[in-house]
């Protein structure tokens, strides 16, 4: 190898999951079309990943051909990670990158901290594939929305007692010695499935027949729509819900319940994929992992529209130390003035020119996806064309997390 300072083309892979968009007459799916691929009919686009985590690890280009990016790593680990990532107690990289696109709402699900994540990842590692914790972001592309965090108990309990076809339920967690978020919760995802299934018949019923219905009203009936058997549309009463707009973003942290719903964004996590399901998926629910690891505190979430760092250069600041992620619209990017940590960066929209001392300089378009190992510490990144957007993630950038 050349001490690895340069760019590296990344290959990534997609996942298919059913919620992801579809192609529309002469529309084609978001992903599909900034790779410059074609969807199958009726074939759902839902996440590209970006990153080393082994259920789905990238493709790096090399001299010597393509070969695992996670491979990669562990063969030149100090070159790609860098002294400050690997005195951090990483040994891959740290993050993973993704765009998701999603045109039907993805589970009620959370992601365990540190400590859980060990725990779940011993017990069943065929469900729970790692030991990491999963912060993550979600900066949007289009118009976002999602269900995230609890709302406050004294906002959802006058909206849920008013609606009769809830009695059966409602007459369940009445009976605690103390209603909290917590028995709230319980008694919904423990909630008999022979009662459960007339209920949500009689609720659909009953909003459909609203003349004051609000936004959570209409929200749970869309979800019906979707999943009329399934508890999980429950959780639009319970639920904050979110709207983002291009460029705004939200933070997810460890051991909080959350949905999105619809839109398309760039996605920055803890390197792990451990999800935890309650509802809205056909996939296995674990009620119990989630009832014993979310934190049933009420949390405002309000759109994040990061900090300007110069002119189109926005950084998202989050409490997670694994990752950092900043939007450049038209706007050059300097290493010599970055750490030396690695980085991952595609390109949304128009091209850039990547330098790099001693190489010749190249180009990356639209679609394409690289590595900045952290011994690249004296390259450049610069707009070609006007127009041009590039998502530029890197770690470890905090000193401590959950």
Same mark, same amino acid.
């Given at each position: 190898m050349d001490g690895l300072g340069r760019f590296y083309r990344l290959h990534g892979h997609v996942r298919h999951y059913p919620w992801g968009c579809r192609a529309r007459e002469d529309r084609q799916p978001f992903i599909a079309d900034l790779l410059g691929e074609s969807a199958a009919p009726g074939q759902p686009w839902a996440e590209l990943w970006l990153g080393a985590h082994p259920s789905l690890s990238a493709e790096i280009v090399t001299a010597a051909g393509e070969a695992k990016l996670s491979a990669f790593i562990d063969a030149h680990r100090e070159e790609v990670l860098g002294e400050t990532t690997l005195a951090a107690g990483f040994q891959t990289l740290p993050f993973l990158l993704k765009v998701? /696109?999603?045109? +039907? $709402?993805? /589970?009620?699900? /959370? %992601? $365990? #901290?540190?400590?859980? =994540?060990?725990?779940? %990842? =011993?017990?069943? $590692?065929?469900?729970? $594939? #790692? #030991?990491?914790h999963k912060p993550e972001i979600m900066i949007? !592309?289009?118009? &976002? +929305?999602? !269900? =995230?965090? &609890? +709302?406050?108990?004294d906002a959802v309990l006058p909206q849920l007692s008013r609606l009769e076809s809830l009695a059966p339920w409602s007459a369940v967690w009445q009976e605690a010695s103390e209603l909290t978020l917590q028995v709230l919760c319980e008694t919904l995802l423990m909630f008999p499935g022979s009662l459960m299934r007339p209920m949500l018949r009689a609720l659909r019923r009953e909003l459909s027949l609203l003349s004051d219905a609000t936004s959570e009203d209409r929200l749970c009936l869309d979800l019906l729509d979707g999943s009329p058997a399934d508890r999980g549309v429950l959780f639009a009463y319970i639920l904050n819900r979110v709207k983002l707009r291009p460029g705004e973003a939200m933070y997810i942290p460890s051991d909080e319940p959350h949905a999105y719903l619809r839109g398309t964004g760039v996605e920055c996590m803890a390197n792990s994929d451990n999800v935890i399901r309650v509802g809205l998926t056909p996939k296995p629910i674990d009620v119990p992992a989630l009832v014993s690891t979310v934190k049933f505190v009420a949390r405002s979430v309000q759109p994040d529209g990061g900090e300007e760092k110069t002119l189109g250069h926005r950084v998202y600041r989050t409490p997670a130390r694994e990752f950092q992620v900043e939007m450049l619209r038209d706007a050059a990017l300097d290493l010599s003035q970055r750490p030396a940590v690695p980085g991952v960066l595609l390109v949304l929209s128009g091209a850039v020119e990547l330098s790099a001392p001693g190489v010749a300089a190249c180009v990356a378009e639209r679609g394409s996806s690289w590595l900045r190992p952290a011994a690249l510490t004296a390259g450049s990144m610069r707009p070609l064309v006007a127009g041009t957007c590039v998502a530029w993630a890197e770690g470890v950038v905090n000193a401590s997390a959950d």
């Amino acid at each position: 190898m050349d001490g690895l300072g340069r760019f590296y083309r990344l290959h990534g892979h997609v996942r298919h999951y059913p919620w992801g968009c579809r192609a529309r007459e002469d529309r084609q799916p978001f992903i599909a079309d900034l790779l410059g691929e074609s969807a199958a009919p009726g074939q759902p686009w839902a996440e590209l990943w970006l990153g080393a985590h082994p259920s789905l690890s990238a493709e790096i280009v090399t001299a010597a051909g393509e070969a695992k990016l996670s491979a990669f790593i562990d063969a030149h680990r100090e070159e790609v990670l860098g002294e400050t990532t690997l005195a951090a107690g990483f040994q891959t990289l740290p993050f993973l990158l993704k765009v998701l /696109s999603c045109e +039907r $709402p993805l /589970s009620i699900q /959370s %992601h $365990p #901290d540190k400590q859980n =994540a060990v725990r779940l %990842h =011993a017990l069943r $590692p065929e469900k729970y $594939p #790692d #030991d990491n914790h999963k912060p993550e972001i979600m900066i949007a !592309l289009t118009e &976002f +929305r999602a !269900l =995230a965090g &609890f +709302r406050e108990l004294d906002a959802v309990l006058p909206q849920l007692s008013r609606l009769e076809s809830l009695a059966p339920w409602s007459a369940v967690w009445q009976e605690a010695s103390e209603l909290t978020l917590q028995v709230l919760c319980e008694t919904l995802l423990m909630f008999p499935g022979s009662l459960m299934r007339p209920m949500l018949r009689a609720l659909r019923r009953e909003l459909s027949l609203l003349s004051d219905a609000t936004s959570e009203d209409r929200l749970c009936l869309d979800l019906l729509d979707g999943s009329p058997a399934d508890r999980g549309v429950l959780f639009a009463y319970i639920l904050n819900r979110v709207k983002l707009r291009p460029g705004e973003a939200m933070y997810i942290p460890s051991d909080e319940p959350h949905a999105y719903l619809r839109g398309t964004g760039v996605e920055c996590m803890a390197n792990s994929d451990n999800v935890i399901r309650v509802g809205l998926t056909p996939k296995p629910i674990d009620v119990p992992a989630l009832v014993s690891t979310v934190k049933f505190v009420a949390r405002s979430v309000q759109p994040d529209g990061g900090e300007e760092k110069t002119l189109g250069h926005r950084v998202y600041r989050t409490p997670a130390r694994e990752f950092q992620v900043e939007m450049l619209r038209d706007a050059a990017l300097d290493l010599s003035q970055r750490p030396a940590v690695p980085g991952v960066l595609l390109v949304l929209s128009g091209a850039v020119e990547l330098s790099a001392p001693g190489v010749a300089a190249c180009v990356a378009e639209r679609g394409s996806s690289w590595l900045r190992p952290a011994a690249l510490t004296a390259g450049s990144m610069r707009p070609l064309v006007a127009g041009t957007c590039v998502a530029w993630a890197e770690g470890v950038v905090n000193a401590s997390a959950d």
